[in-house]
Protein backbone atom coordinates (compact mmCIF):
# COMPACT_ATOMS: atom_id res chain seq x y z
CA UNK A 1 0.00 0.00 0.00
CA UNK A 2 1.01 3.45 -0.81
CA UNK A 3 1.56 5.96 1.98
CA UNK A 4 1.33 9.90 1.53
CA UNK A 5 2.24 12.86 2.99
CA UNK A 6 1.43 16.37 3.68
CA UNK A 7 4.47 18.10 2.61
CA UNK A 8 4.77 21.40 4.03
CA UNK A 9 6.95 22.80 1.38
CA UNK A 10 4.35 21.61 -1.95
CA UNK A 11 1.22 22.40 0.82
CA UNK A 12 0.27 19.23 -0.75
CA UNK A 13 -0.59 15.85 0.04
CA UNK A 14 2.06 13.92 -2.17
CA UNK A 15 2.80 10.16 -2.58
CA UNK A 16 6.08 9.41 -0.24
CA UNK A 17 8.72 8.26 -3.05
CA UNK A 18 12.41 7.44 -0.74
CA UNK A 19 15.04 8.60 -2.45
CA UNK A 20 16.71 5.01 -1.56
CA UNK A 21 13.61 2.14 -0.78
CA UNK A 22 16.77 0.02 0.86
CA UNK A 23 17.82 3.17 3.54
CA UNK A 24 14.55 5.42 4.11
CA UNK A 25 16.00 8.87 6.08
CA UNK A 26 13.56 10.17 9.01
CA UNK A 27 14.80 13.85 11.16
CA UNK A 28 12.70 14.94 13.62
CA UNK A 29 13.65 17.55 15.96
CA UNK A 30 13.81 17.16 19.85
CA UNK A 31 14.13 18.97 22.92
CA UNK A 32 16.16 21.55 24.12
CA UNK A 33 17.40 20.21 27.80
CA UNK A 34 16.65 23.05 30.27
CA UNK A 35 13.24 21.92 31.86
CA UNK A 36 10.65 19.34 31.29
CA UNK A 37 8.83 18.92 28.35
CA UNK A 38 5.50 19.89 28.10
CA UNK A 39 2.05 18.20 26.76
CA UNK A 40 2.86 20.11 23.25
CA UNK A 41 6.10 18.67 23.45
CA UNK A 42 4.89 15.57 23.53
CA UNK A 43 2.76 15.58 20.77
CA UNK A 44 5.07 15.28 18.24
CA UNK A 45 7.45 12.58 19.93
CA UNK A 46 4.33 10.31 19.62
CA UNK A 47 3.13 11.32 16.20
CA UNK A 48 6.56 10.63 14.74
CA UNK A 49 6.88 7.55 16.44
CA UNK A 50 3.94 6.26 14.89
CA UNK A 51 5.35 7.28 11.80
CA UNK A 52 8.79 5.61 12.20
CA UNK A 53 6.83 2.53 13.11
CA UNK A 54 4.30 2.95 10.01
CA UNK A 55 7.99 3.57 7.76
CA UNK A 56 9.54 0.07 9.09
CA UNK A 57 6.26 -1.92 8.24
CA UNK A 58 6.61 -0.37 4.99
CA UNK A 59 10.21 -0.62 4.39
CA UNK A 60 13.02 -3.02 5.06
CA UNK A 61 15.82 0.08 6.70
CA UNK A 62 14.61 2.92 8.22
CA UNK A 63 17.24 5.27 10.06
CA UNK A 64 15.24 7.54 12.57
CA UNK A 65 17.47 10.75 14.46
CA UNK A 66 15.84 12.82 16.90
CA UNK A 67 18.52 15.15 18.60
CA UNK A 68 19.15 16.69 21.94
CA UNK A 69 20.17 20.30 21.97
CA UNK A 70 22.39 20.31 24.83
CA UNK A 71 24.02 24.20 24.16
CA UNK A 72 21.47 26.93 24.29
CA UNK A 73 21.05 30.53 25.83
CA UNK A 74 17.63 28.71 27.76
CA UNK A 75 19.99 26.43 29.15
CA UNK A 76 22.49 28.45 30.41
CA UNK A 77 19.90 31.09 32.00
CA UNK A 78 18.07 28.27 33.51
CA UNK A 79 21.68 27.34 35.18
CA UNK A 80 22.32 30.61 36.20
CA UNK A 81 18.94 30.86 38.36
CA UNK A 82 19.76 27.39 39.93
CA UNK A 83 23.28 27.87 40.81
CA UNK A 84 24.05 24.65 39.30
CA UNK A 85 26.83 23.85 36.33
CA UNK A 86 25.49 24.19 33.04
CA UNK A 87 25.86 20.42 32.02
CA UNK A 88 24.52 19.05 35.16
CA UNK A 89 21.31 21.21 34.02
CA UNK A 90 21.32 19.21 30.82
CA UNK A 91 22.33 16.06 31.68
CA UNK A 92 19.60 16.02 34.26
CA UNK A 93 16.60 17.29 31.96
CA UNK A 94 17.86 14.82 29.05
CA UNK A 95 17.57 11.95 31.52
CA UNK A 96 13.87 13.08 32.62
CA UNK A 97 12.93 13.48 29.10
CA UNK A 98 14.37 9.87 28.31
CA UNK A 99 12.21 9.11 31.40
CA UNK A 100 8.80 10.46 30.86
CA UNK A 101 8.39 9.41 26.98
CA UNK A 102 9.54 5.95 27.52
CA UNK A 103 6.00 5.85 29.52
CA UNK A 104 4.66 6.80 25.90
CA UNK A 105 5.66 3.55 24.63
CA UNK A 106 8.00 5.28 22.56
CA UNK A 107 10.48 3.35 20.19
CA UNK A 108 13.90 4.76 20.90
CA UNK A 109 15.64 6.36 17.38
CA UNK A 110 18.19 4.94 15.49
CA UNK A 111 20.79 7.80 16.02
CA UNK A 112 20.01 10.66 19.04
CA UNK A 113 23.03 12.81 18.04
CA UNK A 114 23.76 16.07 20.93
CA UNK A 115 24.67 19.08 19.92
CA UNK A 116 27.89 19.30 22.27
CA UNK A 117 28.65 16.09 20.13
CA UNK A 118 29.29 17.57 16.66
CA UNK A 119 30.82 20.99 17.22
CA UNK A 120 33.19 20.54 14.40
CA UNK A 121 30.87 19.34 11.57
CA UNK A 122 28.81 22.68 12.82
CA UNK A 123 31.94 24.64 12.12
CA UNK A 124 33.17 23.21 8.48
CA UNK A 125 29.73 23.37 7.77
CA UNK A 126 30.20 27.01 8.39
CA UNK A 127 33.12 27.49 6.51
CA UNK A 128 31.32 25.81 3.51
CA UNK A 129 28.20 28.68 3.53
CA UNK A 130 31.18 30.93 3.70
CA UNK A 131 33.27 29.90 0.97
CA UNK A 132 30.20 29.70 -1.07
CA UNK A 133 29.64 33.47 -0.17
CA UNK A 134 26.36 33.07 2.02
CA UNK A 135 27.67 33.97 4.91
CA UNK A 136 29.79 36.76 6.29
CA UNK A 137 32.02 37.44 9.44
CA UNK A 138 31.15 40.48 11.82
CA UNK A 139 32.55 41.71 15.66
CA UNK A 140 33.30 37.80 16.14
CA UNK A 141 29.82 36.23 15.00
CA UNK A 142 28.98 34.12 11.63
CA UNK A 143 25.85 35.06 10.10
CA UNK A 144 24.31 33.99 7.37
CA UNK A 145 23.03 36.60 4.83
CA UNK A 146 19.47 36.23 3.45
CA UNK A 147 19.98 37.71 0.41
CA UNK A 148 22.62 35.54 -0.89
CA UNK A 149 19.37 33.05 -1.26
CA UNK A 150 17.33 34.18 -4.08
CA UNK A 151 14.54 31.38 -2.66
CA UNK A 152 14.60 32.41 1.12
CA UNK A 153 11.16 31.98 2.31
CA UNK A 154 9.64 28.83 0.37
CA UNK A 155 9.06 26.39 2.98
CA UNK A 156 7.12 29.27 5.03
CA UNK A 157 5.73 31.72 2.15
CA UNK A 158 7.60 34.46 3.44
CA UNK A 159 9.44 36.47 1.21
CA UNK A 160 12.60 38.54 2.25
CA UNK A 161 10.79 42.18 1.84
CA UNK A 162 8.19 40.80 4.20
CA UNK A 163 10.84 39.79 6.46
CA UNK A 164 12.54 42.94 6.31
CA UNK A 165 9.12 44.98 6.98
CA UNK A 166 8.54 42.60 9.80
CA UNK A 167 11.90 42.66 11.42
CA UNK A 168 12.27 45.16 14.86
CA UNK A 169 13.22 48.66 14.70
CA UNK A 170 16.67 47.55 16.63
CA UNK A 171 18.76 45.62 14.22
CA UNK A 172 21.95 44.27 15.89
CA UNK A 173 24.40 46.67 13.98
CA UNK A 174 27.22 44.04 12.57
CA UNK A 175 24.18 42.51 10.75
CA UNK A 176 24.09 43.26 6.36
CA UNK A 177 20.84 42.66 6.42
CA UNK A 178 17.86 43.21 9.03
CA UNK A 179 16.97 38.93 8.42
CA UNK A 180 20.14 37.63 8.76
CA UNK A 181 20.77 34.98 11.31
CA UNK A 182 23.57 33.48 13.75
CA UNK A 183 25.72 30.52 12.78
CA UNK A 184 28.18 31.04 15.42
CA UNK A 185 28.35 33.70 18.41
CA UNK A 186 31.38 34.57 20.95
CA UNK A 187 30.89 33.34 24.07
CA UNK A 188 32.09 35.22 27.63
CA UNK A 189 34.20 33.42 29.95
CA UNK A 190 30.90 32.13 31.85
CA UNK A 191 29.64 30.51 29.48
CA UNK A 192 30.33 27.52 27.32
CA UNK A 193 32.47 28.07 24.02
CA UNK A 194 34.63 26.10 21.52
CA UNK A 195 37.83 27.46 19.77
CA UNK A 196 37.00 27.89 16.05
CA UNK A 197 38.61 30.09 13.33
CA UNK A 198 36.63 33.20 14.62
CA UNK A 199 37.54 32.73 18.21
CA UNK A 200 36.12 31.09 21.14
CA UNK A 201 32.18 30.88 20.69
CA UNK A 202 29.27 28.02 20.79
CA UNK A 203 26.74 27.72 17.71
CA UNK A 204 23.52 29.45 17.11
CA UNK A 205 20.46 26.98 17.35
CA UNK A 206 19.51 26.60 13.80
CA UNK A 207 23.01 25.36 11.98
CA UNK A 208 23.28 22.43 14.70
CA UNK A 209 20.23 20.49 12.63
CA UNK A 210 21.37 20.99 9.23
CA UNK A 211 25.01 19.51 10.79
CA UNK A 212 24.21 16.58 12.08
CA UNK A 213 21.34 15.53 9.69
CA UNK A 214 24.42 15.52 7.14
CA UNK A 215 26.75 13.63 9.56
CA UNK A 216 24.21 10.91 10.49
CA UNK A 217 21.85 10.77 7.81
CA UNK A 218 23.34 12.24 4.33
CA UNK A 219 23.30 15.47 2.41
CA UNK A 220 19.73 15.06 1.33
CA UNK A 221 16.96 13.11 3.64
CA UNK A 222 13.44 11.47 2.93
CA UNK A 223 11.38 13.36 5.69
CA UNK A 224 12.02 16.10 8.33
CA UNK A 225 9.53 16.39 11.12
CA UNK A 226 8.73 19.05 13.77
CA UNK A 227 5.98 20.71 15.22
CA UNK A 228 3.95 23.56 13.09
CA UNK A 229 5.48 26.45 15.06
CA UNK A 230 9.25 25.32 14.01
CA UNK A 231 7.96 25.88 10.28
CA UNK A 232 10.10 29.51 10.64
CA UNK A 233 12.37 30.73 11.78
CA UNK A 234 13.76 27.09 12.64
CA UNK A 235 13.13 24.77 9.76
CA UNK A 236 13.43 27.99 7.22
CA UNK A 237 16.86 28.34 8.41
CA UNK A 238 17.88 25.08 8.40
CA UNK A 239 16.69 24.59 4.83
CA UNK A 240 18.72 27.64 4.10
CA UNK A 241 21.63 26.00 5.59
CA UNK A 242 21.81 22.62 4.28
CA UNK A 243 20.69 23.88 0.76
CA UNK A 244 23.75 26.57 0.71
CA UNK A 245 25.95 24.44 2.05
CA UNK A 246 26.04 22.31 -0.99
CA UNK A 247 25.62 24.27 -4.02
CA UNK A 248 21.74 24.34 -4.20
CA UNK A 249 21.30 20.50 -3.49
CA UNK A 250 18.01 19.61 -2.05
CA UNK A 251 18.26 19.16 1.25
CA UNK A 252 14.85 17.18 2.45
CA UNK A 253 12.01 15.97 0.16
CA UNK A 254 9.24 15.90 2.76
CA UNK A 255 8.86 18.42 5.00
CA UNK A 256 6.33 17.26 7.96
CA UNK A 257 4.79 19.04 10.87
CA UNK A 258 1.99 18.55 13.81
CA UNK A 259 -0.79 21.06 14.32
CA UNK A 260 -0.73 23.10 17.49
CA UNK A 261 -2.05 21.52 21.00
CA UNK A 262 -4.12 24.46 23.05
CA UNK A 263 -5.71 23.76 26.62
CA UNK A 264 -9.08 24.11 26.90
CA UNK A 265 -9.94 26.07 23.89
CA UNK A 266 -7.06 28.52 24.48
CA UNK A 267 -3.61 28.45 24.43
CA UNK A 268 -0.88 27.11 26.86
CA UNK A 269 0.45 29.48 28.85
CA UNK A 270 1.98 29.36 31.84
CA UNK A 271 0.92 33.48 32.86
CA UNK A 272 -2.80 31.71 32.28
CA UNK A 273 -2.13 28.92 34.71
CA UNK A 274 -2.96 26.07 31.65
CA UNK A 275 0.94 25.14 31.61
CA UNK A 276 1.10 21.34 32.15
CA UNK A 277 4.72 19.34 31.78
CA UNK A 278 4.28 15.88 30.69
CA UNK A 279 5.75 14.32 33.73
CA UNK A 280 2.85 16.34 35.56
CA UNK A 281 -0.18 14.56 33.58
CA UNK A 282 1.35 11.56 34.05
CA UNK A 283 1.65 11.38 37.83
CA UNK A 284 -2.65 11.25 36.73
CA UNK A 285 -2.55 9.32 33.85
CA UNK A 286 -0.75 6.23 32.24
CA UNK A 287 1.42 7.24 29.23
CA UNK A 288 -0.74 4.49 26.52
CA UNK A 289 -4.18 6.69 27.64
CA UNK A 290 -1.61 10.36 27.26
CA UNK A 291 -0.21 8.64 24.05
CA UNK A 292 -3.99 7.33 22.77
CA UNK A 293 -5.09 11.29 23.43
CA UNK A 294 -2.56 12.44 21.36
CA UNK A 295 -3.88 10.30 18.58
CA UNK A 296 -7.10 11.11 18.83
CA UNK A 297 -6.26 13.63 16.14
CA UNK A 298 -4.56 13.97 12.81
CA UNK A 299 -1.47 15.44 13.54
CA UNK A 300 -2.18 18.58 11.32
CA UNK A 301 -5.08 19.64 12.93
CA UNK A 302 -4.89 21.39 16.33
CA UNK A 303 -5.45 19.18 19.20
CA UNK A 304 -7.46 21.00 22.57
CA UNK A 305 -6.05 18.89 25.40
CA UNK A 306 -8.64 18.62 28.57
CA UNK A 307 -8.73 16.19 31.46
CA UNK A 308 -12.08 15.08 29.42
CA UNK A 309 -10.10 14.27 26.39
CA UNK A 310 -7.51 12.16 28.63
CA UNK A 311 -10.68 10.51 30.55
CA UNK A 312 -12.14 9.55 26.98
CA UNK A 313 -8.90 8.07 26.11
CA UNK A 314 -9.20 5.86 28.55
CA UNK A 315 -12.69 4.70 28.03
CA UNK A 316 -11.54 3.89 24.57
CA UNK A 317 -8.74 2.09 25.58
CA UNK A 318 -10.61 0.05 28.03
CA UNK A 319 -13.49 -1.18 25.39
CA UNK A 320 -10.63 -2.34 22.86
CA UNK A 321 -8.85 -4.36 25.76
CA UNK A 322 -12.12 -5.98 27.05
CA UNK A 323 -12.97 -6.82 23.55
CA UNK A 324 -9.52 -8.65 23.79
CA UNK A 325 -9.68 -10.30 27.20
CA UNK A 326 -13.30 -11.59 26.65
CA UNK A 327 -12.65 -13.27 23.66
CA UNK A 328 -10.62 -15.99 22.10
CA UNK A 329 -8.86 -15.55 18.41
CA UNK A 330 -11.61 -18.01 16.44
CA UNK A 331 -11.54 -18.65 12.45
CA UNK A 332 -14.09 -15.85 12.57
CA UNK A 333 -12.11 -13.41 14.16
CA UNK A 334 -9.47 -14.06 12.21
CA UNK A 335 -11.29 -13.40 8.94
CA UNK A 336 -12.47 -9.99 10.57
CA UNK A 337 -9.15 -9.65 11.05
CA UNK A 338 -7.92 -9.74 7.87
CA UNK A 339 -10.61 -7.13 6.16
CA UNK A 340 -9.72 -4.77 8.91
CA UNK A 341 -6.34 -4.80 8.95
CA UNK A 342 -6.58 -3.36 5.24
CA UNK A 343 -8.71 -0.94 6.30
CA UNK A 344 -6.26 0.43 8.80
CA UNK A 345 -3.51 0.38 6.80
CA UNK A 346 -5.19 2.62 4.10
CA UNK A 347 -6.16 4.78 7.27
CA UNK A 348 -2.46 5.32 8.16
CA UNK A 349 -0.94 5.55 4.74
CA UNK A 350 -3.20 8.20 4.08
CA UNK A 351 -1.44 10.83 5.81
CA UNK A 352 -1.13 9.32 9.26
CA UNK A 353 -5.44 9.17 9.53
CA UNK A 354 -4.86 8.13 13.07
CA UNK A 355 -8.42 8.81 13.87
CA UNK A 356 -9.51 6.79 11.22
CA UNK A 357 -7.10 4.11 12.64
CA UNK A 358 -8.88 4.18 15.96
CA UNK A 359 -12.52 4.18 14.43
CA UNK A 360 -11.11 1.30 12.56
CA UNK A 361 -9.88 -0.69 15.46
CA UNK A 362 -13.46 -0.01 17.50
CA UNK A 363 -14.94 -1.08 14.59
CA UNK A 364 -12.75 -4.77 15.00
CA UNK A 365 -14.12 -4.97 18.73
CA UNK A 366 -17.09 -4.30 17.82
CA UNK A 367 -17.59 -7.35 15.64
CA UNK A 368 -15.06 -9.24 17.96
CA UNK A 369 -17.97 -8.84 20.51
CA UNK A 370 -20.28 -10.28 18.05
CA UNK A 371 -18.66 -13.42 18.17
CA UNK A 372 -20.05 -16.25 19.18
CA UNK A 373 -17.08 -18.29 20.95
CA UNK A 374 -16.86 -16.13 24.14
CA UNK A 375 -14.32 -17.26 26.69
CA UNK A 376 -16.18 -18.79 30.11
CA UNK A 377 -15.72 -16.19 32.38
CA UNK A 378 -15.72 -17.69 36.17
CA UNK A 379 -18.15 -17.40 38.24
Not at 89 to 101: K, L, P, V, W, Y
Not at 188 to 198: I, V
Not at 338 to 354: H, I, Y
Amino acid sequence: MDLHLYNTLTRQKQPFEPIDKGRVTLYVCGPTVYNYIHIGNARPIVIFDTLYRLLKRLYPNVVYARNITDVDDKINAAAKQAGTPIQAISERFADAFHEDILQLNTLVPDVEPRATGHIQEMIEMINDLLDRGHAYTAEGHVLFHVPSMPDYGKLSRRNQEDLMAGARVEVASYKKNASDFILWKPSTEDLPGWDSPWGRGRPGWHIECSAMIKKHLGNTIDIHGGGQDLIFPHHENEMAQGCCAQDNQEFVRYWVHNGYLTIDGEKMSKSLGNFFTLREILEKFNGETVRCALLNAQYRSPLDWSEDALIQAKASLDRLYGALRDYSESSTATDIDSERLAALDAALCDDLNTPEALSVLHGLAHDINKCEDKIQKPD
